[in-house]
């Protein structure tokens, strides 16, 4: 066991603080945004998923580009994949020239599901950002933007 004058430093900073407030906001935010999906019965990454999926319209996409668009693992994304087919909102096909290639697009279904939950969702946000001027909205986009930026891995 190390002696205690070998122990970091754990006094707070402006980095670590800045941090644990990104953490604990995205945390509060993640829920709410979930308990607003509830009654449509999706989780947050199934509802990012159908979000991706509408935005690519007639678009099919692979599962590493789904994932890219998602900033999410491939074995998550397929996870996710999996259990939006079983309900009927997503659909796969093999491409025909290369049959390791899957194709997903958002059915019929899950698109009015999507189109039904997206004016929920965007009250669940703007609710959560009610007291931040539009201008500060962009600037805190702008930020985490750089924060994204500058993770590993990105």
């Known amino acids: 066991m190390a002696a205690p004058d070998t122990l970091p430093n754990i006094e707070s900073n402006a980095t670590s603080e800045a941090i644990h407030a990104l953490r604990a906001a995205a945390a509060h935010v993640e829920h709410s945004l979930a308990r607003t999906l509830d009654p449509f019965g999706l989780s947050m990454a199934q509802f990012a998923v159908l979000q991706v999926m509408g935005e690519a319209a007639e678009e099919r996409l692979g599962c590493g580009e789904i994932g890219r ?10 996870r996710l994949l999996d259990r939006l087919e079983s ?57 985490l933007k750089g924060v994204q930026r500058n993770c590993p891995g990105n």
Request: hydrophobic share 50%; no cysteine; net charge positive.
């Open 87 to 143: 309900v009927g909102l997503v659909a796969r096909k093999r491409d025909e020239q290369d049959r390791r290639v899957v194709h997903t697009h958002i059915t019929a279904v899950g698109l009015e599901l999507l189109k039904s939950a997206v004016p929920m969702v965007r009250a669940a946000e703007e609710k959560a950002l009610v007291d931040l001027p539009v201008a500060d909205r962009q600037h805190l986009a702008s930020l």
């Open 69 to 78: 668009r998602l900033a999410a693992r491939a074995p998550d994304v397929t």
